[in-house]
């Protein structure tokens, strides 16, 4: 990849929440469990609405930084994750791996994805799995599928959604793809990884009756184009399902305003944008799923607390687990992305980054991270 970087594209407002998405009053949230509003942004225009979306969320105001009661319980949830997570070894790859900043990336089309793929990340994507589904009440799919004979999922990480959905349906044949060979070796007779870029001509050997894509938002550079593959390669009646983050941090109150936190969540958009990628794409899901020709399309939005700030001990320890997520990768999130597009050295990145954990643990900032699933059916039927 070229050290010189291309110029800037153009500010842009579009993909921005609407105030009144942000500024939500604490007594009005509804408790997590509940079914989230289903949002209404299908205009291309900044005018892109979550609805009557609520967080769910309200200040814990017995939170106290150093001597909260409910610590215990909500921190111990962080360092229950290793009991969590699945106990299957990650296969040793025959593929030399490429090494920078201490960390290992893909060989394969390397540069293409920007986060490290070793032991550690592998840890943390599996933490991101837990949260998902603490988030989706325990359902890999939001999508109203039954039995689908073939299933897709591409960018699988380490495989653990689709060996866990191949688990739970057993008549189904999954298939997982990505750019790294870090799936486990020992996997359920229906379920199989390949090396692939989803991005590239699909030359699968069938249809598909489910598409499953999760935290793909700063991935992919053509998301038109993808969902146009999809519709080709799903059986009439077949459903896509896209779970991501929307990568703005919000705040109920505004404290998180003209934080070191904000600075860095702006940055990281910024330098996305020179791979021709957007974390702000996940509200323009809905409208070019419609473009690509998909019905019933479906949008859900959750918020998911930055930290233990939120009252009650289910939001707490979600907040624990996602602080401990985003602490556990924000070096691999930032490092690449920042010295190659930003112009920093690897040690002004990490002086940075000092202050954006002290952000990331301070629970007087009330800050989420919003989480939408949009799936949409291809029009037909078997």
């Known amino acids: 990849m070229s050290s010189s970087a291309p110029p800037p594209p153009p500010p842009s407002n579009e993909g921005q929440l609407p105030e009144s998405a942000s500024n939500i009053s604490s007594d ?6 509940q079914v989230p509003s ?13 609805g009557n979306f609520s967080t769910g969320l309200s200040v814990d105001n017995n939170n106290n930084n150093d001597n909260d ?6 921190d111990s949830a962080v360092f229950d994750v290793d009991q969590a997570q699945s106990s299957m070894s990650a296969t040793s790859s025959i593929y030399n791996f490429v090494i920078e900043h201490g960390r290992t990336y893909h060989r394969y089309k390397e540069g293409k994805y920007w986060m490290p793929n070793d032991e550690r990340e592998q840890e943390r994507l599996d933490l991101q799995h837990m949260i998902c589904l603490r988030v989706f009440n325990n359902r890999l799919a939001l999508a109203p599928i039954k039995e689908p004979a073939r299933v ?30 870090i799936q486990p070796e020992y996997v359920p007779p229906n379920c199989r990884f390949e090396i692939d870029d989803i991005e590239d001509e699909w030359l699968f050997s069938a249809k598909f009756d489910y598409v499953h894509g999760r935290h793909m938002v700063g991935s992919i550079s053509d998301f038109p184009k993808l969902f146009a593959a999809i519709y080709e390669n799903l059986v009439p009646g077949g459903w896509v399902e896209m779970q991501d983050y929307y990568v703005k941090l919000q705040s109920i109150d505004g404290t998180l305003d003209g934080t070191a936190l904000q600075r860095w969540n702006n940055m990281l958009n910024h330098a996305l944008s020179f791979l021709g990628r957007s974390g702000l794409n996940t509200v323009k899901y809905k409208r070019w799923l419609r473009e690509a020709g998909f019905e019933d399309i479906r949008e859900e939005v959750f918020a998911v607390p930055g930290n233990p700030w939120a009252k009650g001990e289910e939001q707490k320890q979600l907040g ?3 602080m401990e997520n985003i602490l556990e990768g924000l070096y691999g999130i930032s490092i690449s992305l920042f010295t190659k597009f930003l112009g920093m050295s690897a040690e002004a990145v990490e002086a940075m980054l ?3 954990r002290k952000d990331l643990v301070n629970r007087n900032i009330h800050f989420y991270y919003p989480i939408m699933s949009v799936y949409a059916r291809k029009p037909g039927y078997r």
């Open 28 to 33: 009005q949230l509804p408790a997590l469990g």
């Open 354 to 356: 000092v202050d954006v």
């Open 38 to 50: 289903i949002a209404h942004s299908d205009t291309p225009s900044s005018s892109l609405s979550f």
């Open 69 to 74: 009661e409910d610590n215990g319980d909500a």
């Open 152 to 181: 897709l999922d591409f960018g699988t990480g380490t495989g653990i959604w689709a060996i866990e959905f191949a688990l739970q349906h057993p008549e189904s044949d999954v298939l997982g793809t990505d750019l790294s060979p």
């Open 320 to 322: 624990a687990l996602q």
